[in-house]
């Protein structure tokens, strides 16, 4: 079945920095990639998604790029604020079906 | 906006009994999920439903669980005899489709604590 590799597992930036984290997976029939961002205790909620027949979509300060030959997709995040602290979960699925979750990274921003 | 809600948001039980954990899913969703996540760890998949049925199930999803749309708006999960393992945090989820990538739309969940 479909596995879903994340990394780093824990990230800190300053401020104003960019962070990146990336997925990897490993079912080439998957075809849908959100991101989630989970607060403690809190439900995931998602914060950009993107289909195999794209490479990269972007949403103000968030961005995904997806590599559908090396079966990787990544997070980037600009000008990051405390707010973003979280722990964001990559995802992958085909057909719309279950969501394979990455095991998280935990984004501390430091002001 | 509307939202999946989820009842309970705690539930605490011993060992051995039986829970009920319950989920209305947006309204005009037809796909329905639950996934758990124990303390830490990543969400996990534990089923999905559709058109009043089991679609897919996970190998978490035993004999110990099952799930049901009892009426029109209702989704629940009942594990019928807990164990110390299954204490986590359940998450209902629901899409308006089928077969075809879209959001999935997540509850607040139901922290479940087996003593």
Same mark, same amino acid.
């Given at each position: ?15 104003? @920095?960019?962070?990146? &984290? ?26 950009? @998604? ?8 972007? @949403?103000?300060? &968030? ?13 980037? &995040? ?5 707010? @973003? ?20 990274? &935990? ?5 | ?13 011993? !060992? ?72 986590? !945090? ?26």
């Amino acid at each position: 079945g479909e596995n879903v590799e994340q990394h780093p597992s824990t990230l800190s930036v300053q401020e104003g @920095d960019s962070a990146v &984290i990336k997925c990897t997976y490993s079912d080439s029939a998957s075809n849908y990639f959100p991101w989630y961002k989970q607060e403690l205790g809190k439900r995931p909620q998602l914060i950009i @998604d993107i289909r195999s027949n794209v490479g990269e979509k972007k @949403d103000q300060r &968030i961005a995904v790029t997806l590599n559908k030959t090396a079966k990787h997709f990544s997070l980037h &995040i600009t000008e990051t604020q405390p707010e @973003d602290s979280a722990v964001y979960f990559c995802a992958a699925s085909k057909r719309g079906n279950k969501l394979v979750f990455g095991a998280g990274t &935990i984004l501390r921003v430091k002001s | 906006e509307p939202e999946v809600t989820q009842t309970p948001s705690h539930q605490v039980t011993q !060992m051995g009994q039986e829970v009920i954990l319950r989920c209305v899913p947006i309204s005009n969703h037809l796909y329905f999920y639950w996934y758990r996540q124990i303390l830490g760890q990543k969400v996990e998949f534990l089923v999905s439903f559709y058109n009043n049925e089991i679609s897919e199930k996970s190998e978490i999803f035993d004999d110990q669980f099952s799930v049901e749309r009892p009426d029109g708006s209702n989704f629940t999960l009942k594990i019928r005899s807990t164990k110390l393992e299954d204490s986590a !945090m359940y998450f209902c989820a629901s899409t308006v489709l089928a077969g075809q990538p879209n959001e999935q739309f997540f509850g607040p969940g139901t922290r479940l604590t087996v003593l």
